[in-house]
């Protein structure tokens, strides 16, 4: 999924009732494992200077690790057991949310499948679907994302009354659906 579909559904998700004190941390949690992606292709893109190709074709498969790091399925289930367990409701959600990320990432990564149970596993879960490559479904991937995006943003639009947040949904759907309709249609 791309990064901004982590962010509205895990809020939608988990940003409900006593929780929604703790969006920032959620929020956190759910661009985190995306953050050195993030990082590595402004750096490769923006002053490296590297073509698209490089980055994803040669790069990304070199650092890999540190990807699959952030990612690990079980690096965040003990962060969430050891908060939950330290009653830091904030850092357990903020864990739980890194969960969801991967959870929705599992399903939905090729060739770029992320190790999600490194560092005790170097295993691979290769899905056939895609979430950008449209040789691998991405075009239904994709449009699956947008609706899962609308539709937990139509939740989150009804939790709040604050203008601002309604308008940054806004922004975050026009991205989505506009992303879509170039890419995929």
């Known amino acids: 999924m791309n990064t901004p579909s982590h ?7 988990l940003g ?5 004190r703790f969006g920032w941390l959620i929020a956190i949690g759910a661009v985190l494992p995306d953050l050195p992606l993030l990082g590595f292709y402004a750096y490769e893109r923006l002053w490296a200077g590297l ?3 490089t980055i994803w074709g040669e790069l990304y498969f070199q650092w890999q690790a540190l990807f699959d790091l952030v990612h690990s399925i079980p690096l965040a289930l003990f962060g969430l057991i ?3 367990w330290m009653e830091q ?4 959600l903020l864990c739980a949310s890194m969960l969801l990320h991967d959870a929705c990432d599992l399903p939905v990564h090729t060739v ?3 190790r999600h149970f490194y560092p005790f596993s170097d295993y691979r879960f290769v899905s056939p679907v895609s979430y950008w490559d ?3 479904h991405g075009a239904a991937a994709a449009l699956v994302e947008v609706v899962i995006v609308l539709i937990a943003s139509l939740i989150l639009a009804r939790r709040t009354a604050s203008r601002p947040a309604r308008g940054a949904l806004l922004g975050l759907n026009l991205v989505a659906v506009t992303h879509y309709l170039l890419f995929y249609t």
């Open 112 to 114: 770029d499948a992320h």
């Open 7 to 13: 962010l509205v559904l895990n809020l939608a998700v």
């Open 51 to 53: 073509p698209e190709r």
């Open 89 to 92: 409701v904030g850092l357990a």
């Open 134 to 136: 449209p040789h691998a």
């Open 82 to 84: 050891v908060t939950a």
């Open 16 to 20: 409900r009732g006593r929780s929604a």
